[in-house]
């Protein structure tokens, strides 16, 4: 449930916005992966219906020269992401609103109002129901964007704190929701799915066609006229052999975390698996076509077809990903993996490489793999921690940056940083340093 103190700051906020807007041009600047384009697509069609002027835009990630070149005469609004920058806001704009769900880390400056379950009751909700329940309080309560509010969770992985809301947003976006194999889409042919499977990355069948249609085979699933069933279609014991067959060739797979919620949002008149809506986003945004992601998420004629090309080239980059980071040399330690693939795979996609790595059966609970690659004259960095258990990963990089410099964000078990390629080798010897002292720690 909502905390009073939460609710009432989404309250307070958006009223002084509401006033604060009234004259003023609006400059909307949101993060690029699916929470914050759900979170963008939302507060658009909301400044639509308020007749207010506003421009948007589309972030990586918040660099300070990115916050000094923000025009000064507007209002801004951030979207997923900004907390970690007080420091910069603080010294480089004057009006600024901020809704988000990452971790605080300083004091709130006077000119920023904030809206961030951290600062209350740290309840884990996505920014795009923040911004749906904002959205509500400015008087024009829309009740077709609240699926998109439900998007932004499960794209966050979030989707078992839904239940836990208790604010109407699902009711309300009139998902459907279905109990099975949480790999997906769940609403495609089942050998597309396994191909391109990637959470959990099955071995000997993620990416290879072959392996696909011989687990297939091995469960007695063959296709009719010419086509298998999808998920969905299968009954109880179809779906249990199925599981059975993953499981054996992925050991670390646990059946009760295979299982769960599959939520379907009707989008474009059909019910699509929302893991899958968030993965064509994700791959829109990360293939530098963020407006495809959203005209997608408005259901806009022609965006559909545009952004399911992308995702299919997207999904080529991360099997091929994958390949080069199975054969890639490694920079080892007692659980930790640093995989440095420089200029081999593309940025963008380092935080997806890491994230199914951290879910396959190659490494123990509790290891932290981080991958990194170049882009421009700087470098993205990705960790993750498998499993639940751990140090704090947004303060360990954070730790670094304060003396190499650069960008950091994220959780506790997911976090990212920018650093320039000048800084390549020091940051390698600062993370080692960090992760070695951990362990002695332990």
Same mark, same amino acid.
Do not use: W
């Given at each position: ?234 009954? %109880? !014991? ?11 060739? $992925?050991? /670390?797979? *646990?059946? +009760?975390?295979? &299982? ?65 980071? %199975? !054969? ?11 995989? $440095?693939? /420089?200029? *081999?795979? +593309?940025?963008? &996609? ?79 010897? $600062?993370? /080692? ?10």
């Amino acid at each position: 449930m909502i905390e009073n103190s939460l609710n009432e700051q989404i309250k307070f906020v958006a009223e002084k916005f509401l006033e604060d807007s009234k004259n003023k041009e609006i400059q909307v600047i949101s993060h690029f992966d699916t929470d914050g384009i759900t979170s963008a697509t939302i507060m658009i069609q909301t400044l639509k219906k308020l007749d207010r002027k506003f421009s948007v835009k589309i972030v990586k990630s918040l660099e300070e020269q990115f916050i000094s070149d923000i025009p000064k005469d507007k209002i801004i609004i951030f979207l997923d992401l900004a907390s970690g920058s007080l420091h910069h806001i603080e010294k480089h704009l004057q009006n600024v609103y901020i809704i988000d769900h990452h971790e605080v880390v300083q004091e709130i400056p006077a000119n920023i109002n904030i809206i961030n379950p951290e600062l209350h009751d740290k309840q884990k909700i996505s920014a795009s129901s923040l911004v749906y329940l904002f959205c509500n309080k400015l008087g024009k309560k829309n009740k077709n964007l609240a699926k998109l509010a439900i998007l932004g969770m499960v794209g966050d992985l979030l989707d078992k704190e839904i239940d836990k809301l208790n604010n109407n947003i699902l009711e309300d976006g009139e998902i459907k929701r279905k109990r099975g194999l949480l790999i997906y889409p769940s609403t495609r042919p089942l050998n597309r799915t396994l191909e391109f499977c990637s959470n959990p990355f099955i071995p000997g069948v993620t990416g290879n066609v072959k392996g696909v249609l011989e687990l297939l085979r091995e469960i007695g699933l063959n296709p009719s006229s010419g086509k298998y069933k999808n998920l969905i279609e299968l009954d %109880s !014991e179809e779906m249990e052999k199925l599981v059975t067959a993953i499981i054996l060739r $992925n050991p /670390k797979s *646990k059946h +009760k975390e295979m &299982i769960g919620d599959i939520f379907l949002i009707k989008l474009f008149n059909r019910l699509e698996d929302a893991r899958e809506l968030s993965a064509m986003i994700n791959a829109c945004s990360k293939s530098g076509e963020p407006g495809t992601a959203i005209q997608l998420c408005m259901e806009i004629s022609g965006a559909k077809k545009r952004a399911e090309s992308i995702h299919a080239k997207h999904k080529q980059f991360i099997i091929s990903g994958l390949k080069f980071v %199975s !054969e890639a040399e490694k920079i080892k330690g007692h659980k930790f993996v640093i995989i $440095n693939a /420089k200029d *081999k795979i +593309k940025d963008t &996609i380092t935080g997806t490489i890491a994230s199914i790595l951290s879910k396959s059966s190659l490494y123990e609970e509790g290891t932290i793999i981080t991958t990194m690659a170049y882009y421009d004259d700087k470098i993205k960095v990705s960790a993750r921690t498998v499993g639940q258990n751990g140090q704090n990963l947004r303060k360990m990089l954070a730790k670094i940056i304060t003396i190499i410099g650069g960008e950091v964000g994220g959780h506790k078990f997911a976090a990212g940083c920018i650093i320039s390629q000048t800084k390549e080798q020091e940051f390698i010897d $600062n993370l /080692k340093k960090n992760l070695e002292v951990e362990v002695v720690k332990i």
